[in-house]
């Protein structure tokens, strides 16, 4: 009667244990990198991660024409328009979440798959967020206003 592995691995004790080794980067395979990081316009491979390089990670040396250049959403941060058209703009994206999200329930409500109500239930508890979400918008500060605009606008994260 043959026995099973699992009663053979533990009636003999293993030995060799499975070990992984990193090959060795060879000079090719080097200079490849090297030149795909300068086609991207990144540094060199080994710059990036800090083998081999004496630089300080804190900045504090070459950091001189970083400080000049300044990123996108910076740049659309400074020229945000007024409280009063970011609000309209809001108010016009949120309408048209819950103008999509309503369509979705309207395609939910006759299907009778497993799981149609619960997705037909989130899809309400989203519509009832994002309408609480714009009556807080009309009662709202302008930080509240200028802070959820860079969300949705220039961030382009989700208003949910």
């Not at 058209?85 to 108010?91: P, S």
Request: without cysteine.
């Amino acid at each position: 009667m043959p026995s099973s592995p699992e009663k053979q691995l533990s009636g003999a004790k293993v030995e060799s244990r499975a070990r992984v080794l990193q090959p060795k980067p060879t000079k090719e395979f080097m200079m490849f990198l090297e030149e795909i990081g300068s086609i991207v316009g990144n540094e060199k491979p080994g710059e990036v991660s800090g083998e081999g390089s004496n630089r300080d990670l804190g900045g504090s040396g070459s950091g001189g024409a970083q400080g000049q250049q300044t990123s996108a959403r910076d740049e659309a941060i400074k020229h945000l328009p007024a409280p009063v058209v970011m609000q309209k703009q809001l108010e016009k994206h949120i309408k048209q979440e819950i103008k999509m999200l309503s369509k979705k329930t309207k395609q939910l409500a006759g299907l009778k798959k497993p799981g149609a109500a619960y997705m037909l239930n989130e899809l309400y508890s989203q519509i009832r967020k994002l309408s609480a979400i714009l009556e807080a918008l009309l009662e709202s500060s302008t930080e509240f206003i200028r802070r959820l605009f860079i969300r949705v606008f220039v961030d382009r994260q989700a208003l949910l």
